[in-house]
């Protein structure tokens, strides 16, 4: 047998050292790591002051380990290779591929942060932590199994220690304490209290009446604290761009949103401006911004007005309250990281670091189980008047989450029509994408934060021409049909000679008109794959109708309804889909006033999976040329000229008209036989 070649006392002594500085770099990294975990897993507070202390020493003592860890791992490899100790070099090469991965792993998501396609990396990282000390004890175990003449008397745990490593210990234990208690002692940078100090609770016990938010701790709000979206992008800039693209974004800005909140704080006073914040602009809402005195979102320069609904106006939404909307949702804002609202560029970047590497605090707080289903929407896209503010009554108007909940599309009902599967609101309106973020799901896909809807009048002012694609992508999916019915003839002759009587019960009657006959054409307008009704949201300044036109071979005109006109309205006498709201005196409110609206004179709207049936009556002149060509176009706009005119003023033009659907048909002509009378 070969003996053991003899232990340089040089090398020896700088492993010792490295394995002192490798030992409490280690053990503090373990300790800080097992008790974030294990106050996560026991469910204390989840944004706490210590324990995000404890991330940061965490993360730093893992670098260290992770510069730490080669230095030592040469020296040791190089002597226990020639003790040809086989079952302690085996351990401790398992070992050291574990300490390897730990250190990679933990590596990885500090500097790119836990990204929630590779959640499963940092779960592995966890449990690689827990195996790591029972194969460190085991592979110490293993170094004492040899002859003691041939073990390393001095590689017990004891001499892993010294009086600077315990020391050391000691210090940074002491200094995760004394930091917690020196930051918990700080005034907190947010004062949630009402922006304009003489706050009027002018509609009840709420201060938020009319509007139907609430917030989940306290009466108000910091406004900073809501309206912070430009802090979000640091880290989710693409979602963040699309956003900024958005009807959310831009809720406050909207000139004709302006125009009408306006309006409203003149008539009823700033206190009233509450019924439309709640939904348009709810950082002045929840800040106790709209009293007299106050300023609402529609006052440019706001904080209110640049973010309209931002990230944190739908992230930070806990419940609904009720699904009748009128802003029905309860907010609970985010626990504070650390440094949060603190000024400086460091502390920001102290902050978003934290955020970055245990977003598990961050994720559960803006994305609540509300986030994921349609009673979000319900919460802004139901509306109703109370009649606190009409002086009236209770009554319903907005009713996109009802009208889906009745659809075959919320699975809820009765289906009308096949369809593979339940959708919600987001289905269409926030669908996932491929995207860069970290949010992004194992396939890369992204929610889509544009949100496309019907207002593509609002890309346009902008001058969004990507937004105003992905509106127009939106409203031209085939979601709408209209089909032209051909007119069957029941006293057509199909044949003068004899027929075998098996083949009557086979009737396809021709199709034509009679030269000076009055022609019937009847039309169906089919809502197939949207959500809710058509048109939905507002539908008294939507402006929705059919273009139906018919001509001859040689393009004379025969008939004309929804016809635009020189001043760009459409024929009166169109088929509208809209509704026309009337106030207690039953005059027409055109200008959106809502808190005058008492019900409705009118409302021709096409609930999902439904069909409307519409019926033309015209003259087929003798000097037309057959055949004759119908043409049926179902048309929208977002703003009826007469609103528009008076809400957009300088800003109106002419607004982008959107056909969503087509049909044409062609149908002969004949001359009536002339009819002969018996005897002549």
């Known amino acids: 047998m070969s003996e053991t070649p003899p232990l340089d006392p040089t090398r020896l002594a700088l492993e010792r050292r490295a394995l002192h500085t490798l030992t409490l770099v280690t053990l503090i990294a373990a300790l800080s790591g097992f008790a974030t975990h294990l106050s996560e897993t026991l469910g204390s507070d989840a944004g706490g002051v210590w324990r995000q202390i404890t991330y ?14 080669p230095l030592y791992l040469l020296r040791h490899i190089r002597r226990v290779l020639s003790r040809r100790r086989l079952i302690a070099i085996g351990t401790g090469l398992v070992l050291t591929l574990s300490t390897l991965w730990l250190a990679g792993s933990g590596l990885q998501v500090t500097l790119f942060g836990q990204q929630e396609a590779l959640r ?26 040899p002859p003691m003449d041939q073990r390393s008397p001095w590689l017990t ?57 609430r917030l989940a701790k306290g009466e108000f709000i910091d406004p900073r604290r809501l309206g912070n979206s430009q802090e979000c992008a640091t880290c989710h800039a693409d979602i963040y761009r699309q956003w900024q693209a958005s009807v959310h974004a831009l809720a406050a800005k909207d000139p004709a949103y302006v125009t009408n909140v306006n309006l409203l704080e003149k008539s009823r006073g700033t206190d009233a401006t509450r019924y439309c914040e709640g939904c348009h602009a709810p950082v002045a809402l929840l800040s106790g911004e709209l009293t007299p005195g106050g300023k609402h979102g529609g006052v440019p320069g706001t904080l209110a007005n640049r973010e309209g609904v931002g990230c944190l106006g739908c992230h930070a939404i806990r419940g609904a309250v009720h699904l009748n909307g009128v802003g029905s949702y309860e907010v609970a804002t985010p626990s504070a990281y650390l440094f949060e609202g603190w000024p400086g560029r460091t502390a920001q970047l102290l902050r978003n670091f934290l955020i970055s590497i245990h977003p598990q605090e961050h994720r559960a707080e803006v994305s609540y189980p509300i986030s994921r289903s349609a009673e979000l929407c319900a919460t802004c896209h139901e509306q109703y008047m109370a009649p606190e503010m009409n002086h009236w009554g209770w009554v319903k108007m907005q009713n996109d989450y009802s009208s889906w909940l009745a659809s075959p599309f919320s699975g809820l009902n009765e289906s009308r029509f096949s369809h593979p599967q339940r959708q919600d609101c987001k289905a269409c309106h926030m669908p996932t994408r491929p995207g860069s973020d ?24 902008s001058g969004d021409a990507e937004q105003e694609a992905a509106v127009l992508r939106m409203l031209q999916q085939d979601k709408l049909r209209i089909a032209i019915d051909r007119p069957l003839r029941q ?27 009055e022609a019937t054409i009847q039309l169906s307008v089919s809502n197939n794959l949207v959500g809710h009704n058509f048109p939905g949201g507002t539908t008294d300044i939507n ?35 809209r509704s026309i709201p009337v106030d207690r005196q039953g005059r027409a409110v055109w200008r959106h006033d809502l808190f005058r609206v008492t ?25 037309a040329k057959s055949p004759i060509t119908l043409h049926a176009t179902l048309r929208y706009r977002k703003l009826n000229p007469r609103y528009a005119a008076w809400a957009l003023g300088e800003l109106d033009h002419e607004q982008p008209i959107t056909d969503l659907a087509e049909d044409h048909s062609v149908i002969p002509l004949r001359e009536r036989a002339p009819v002969v009378t018996p005897g002549q």
């Open 157 to 213: 745990l004891p001499w892993a220690f010294n009086r600077v490593s315990l020391l050391a210990l000691l210090g940074v234990l002491l200094f995760g304490y004394g930091a917690t208690r020196l930051y918990e002692a700080q005034p907190s940078p947010f004062v949630d209290a009402p922006q304009v100090a003489d706050y009027q609770y002018s509609y009840g016990d709420s201060p938020f009446y009319p509007s139907q938010a």
């Open 438 to 461: 970290p949010s992004a799901n194992a396939a890369g896909q992204v929610v889509d934060h544009r949100a496309p809807g019907a207002n593509r009048l609002l890309a346009t002012l």
């Open 599 to 623: 019900g409705d004179m009118e409302k021709r709207v096409i609930p999902s999976g439904g069909s409307d049936v519409v019926e033309y009556h015209f003259p087929i002149p003798y000097w």
């Open 56 to 69: 940061l020493l965490h993360t730093l003592f893992g670098v260290a380990l992770v510069l730490a860890l």
């Open 543 to 577: 402006e929705a109708w059919v273009d139906f036109r018919v001509q001859d071979a040689e393009g004379r005109r025969l008939f004309r309804s929804g016809e635009l006109e020189v001043d760009g309205r459409v024929d009166p006498a169109a088929v509208f889909y």
């Open 491 to 517: 006293d057509a002759n199909r044949s003068g000679q004899f027929v075998d009587e098996q083949l009557r019960s086979a009737h396809d009657t021709p199709s034509y008109f009679y030269l000076g006959e």
């Open 120 to 145: 499963g990396l940092y779960q592995w990282h966890i449990v690689g932590g827990y195996l790591l000390a029972p194969l460190l004890v085991l592979h110490l175990l293993f170094h004492r199994l």
